[in-house]
T-cell receptor, first 116, second 113 residues
């Protein structure tokens, strides 16, 4: 199993450009997540998905969009990139969640995005 | 409401010394607690997890953590630090719905020879 894979590893965008960060998992996990990590701030949840066709906002969704057409893929779209979106983005997946409260997550290697 | 507080954004120890990274949580539901480690330029890797089976949890690389409900704490320890332990460590707790994790701000561990 490759686990959670993310592409690209690095990207530089100009203000106003758009791009899609790709995330794929091969563990057949129902739950998938997008986080951003800024220095000294920990991880902030952007969006998550509980299964194909179902997504929901996290703590910091503004400026981002997601879709989930398959169990494996959970792309994150940035429209009209802004310098405030300069960050490291992590995708994660989880096999279990919900009523049991248990939510162990598996992380991808991250995408480092700079907006200039 | 769910939250996690990691005391100390930076901890420095000598090689061979005890490592103690502090985590306090707040939870209105049965908490599941996690410690993740992040090496430079890498993703997060699970160190250990508390799932209510045992209060003393052993993880990878010689780390362990003890769940103390009365103190709402889940501190991470290692008896003897190695240079390879230098990394950022994150404590996390499940959210109220069990649909996501809430992370602390992280503690950077430095190990000197």
């Amino acid at each position: 199993n490759a686990g959670v894979t993310q592409t690209p590893k690095f990207r530089i965008l100009k203000i106003g450009q758009s791009m899609t960060l790709q995330c794929t998992q091969d563990m057949n996990h129902n739950y998938m997540y997008w986080y951003r990590q800024d220095p000294g701030m920990g991880l902030k949840l952007i969006y998550y998905s509980v299964g194909a066709g179902i997504t929901d906002k996290g703590e910091v969704p503004n400026g981002y969009n997601v879709s989930r057409s398959t169990t494996e893929d959970f792309p994150l779209r940035l429209e009209l990139a802004a310098p405030s979106q300069t960050s490291v983005y992590f995708c994660a997946s989880s096999p279990l969640a919900g009523a049991s409260y248990y939510n162990e997550q598996f992380f991808g290697p991250g995408t480092r995005l700079t907006v200039l | 409401a769910q939250s996690v507080t990691q005391l100390g954004s930076h901890v420095s120890v000598s090689e061979g010394a005890l490592v103690l990274l502090r985590c306090n949580y707040s939870s209105s539901v049965p908490p599941y607690l996690f410690w993740y480690v992040q090496y430079p330029n890498q993703g997060l890797q699970l160190l250990l997890k508390y799932t209510s089976a045992a209060t003393l949890v052993k993880g990878i690389n010689g780390f362990e953590a003890e769940f103390k409900k009365s103190e709402t704490s889940f501190h991470l320890t290692k008896p003897s630090a190695h240079m390879s332990d230098a990394a950022e460590y994150f404590c996390a707790v499940n959210n109220q719905a069990g649909t996501a994790l809430i992370f602390g701000k992280g503690t950077t561990l430095s190990v000197s020879s």
